[in-house]
Every structure is written in structure tokens, then in C-alpha cells.
């Protein structure tokens, strides 16, 4: 079992002893997904990145990978699969030659 397999089970071993996947139905868990993401947000708000408190980004990062690992689990995602597809279409969007050090979007570039 790998690190993801593993994390994704002791999240649904926590989820099912309190009888909470009545309420993780993918529209609920996306939506916990973008909440937790907002809260992530907020440790930076008015600070610069060095500013932040590390132990609140630390926590609500937790959350969203949390939450995102539960909703691929919802249907059935392999993570690293999907990350690694991910990975390839952005390679082409963002080719090395035109986008290395530069923040612009692939339609721009």
C-alpha cells in the first residue's frame, strides 16, 4: 500500500467510526474542499508569505489534501494518475522554451 492508499484509508476509517459518509457526497466534499482552501488563504491575508503563521497554513493544508483525497476516493481517482495526466497536458500548454521564468498563461506565451 502506498503513502496515498494509506492516508486515504485512515480517512475513511475516521470518516466511517463516526458515520459521516452519509453527508461526504461529491458536491459536499468539493465544496469542503474550496472552504478549507479559503481558510488556507486566510493564514496569508495582510501578511507577507514570510508572515504567515505556519502552524495555521500547516492545518488547513492538511484539510484541503484531506478533502481532496476523500473526494477522489468518492470516484474512484487514482491520484497519482491523475496528477501525472496533469502534469503532461500543462508540459504542453507551458512548453520549457517559452514559459521557463515567466508567469504568464499558456494563451499569452
Known amino acids: 500500500?502506498?503513502?496515498?492508499?494509506?492516508?486515504?484509508?485512515a480517512l475513511r476509517?475516521?470518516?466511517?467510526e463516526r458515520d459521516w459518509a452519509q453527508f461526504h457526497n461529491a458536491k459536499d466534499l468539493?465544496?469542503?474542499l474550496n472552504i478549507e482552501a479559503a481558510e488556507l488563504l486566510e493564514a496569508f491575508l495582510w501578511k507577507t508569505p514570510e508572515q504567515a503563521d505556519i502552524a495555521s497554513v500547516k492545518e488547513e493544508l492538511a484539510?484541503?489534501?484531506a478533502f481532496a483525497l476523500l473526494l477522489a476516493d468518492k470516484y474512484d481517482l487514482d491520484v497519482k494518475q491523475i496528477v501525472l495526466e496533469k502534469i503532461?497536458?500543462?508540459a504542453l500548454k507551458y512548453p520549457v522554451e517559452k514559459?521557463?521564468?515567466?508567469?504568464?498563461k499558456y494563451t499569452e506565451l
Do not use: H, P, Y
Open 99 to 104: 514559459s521557463k521564468g515567466s508567469a504568464k
Open 63 to 65: 484539510d484541503v489534501i
Open 30 to 32: 468539493a465544496m469542503a
Open 1 to 9: 500500500m502506498n503513502d496515498i492508499q494509506q492516508l486515504t484509508e
Open 13 to 16: 476509517k475516521f470518516r466511517d
Open 88 to 90: 503532461e497536458k500543462n
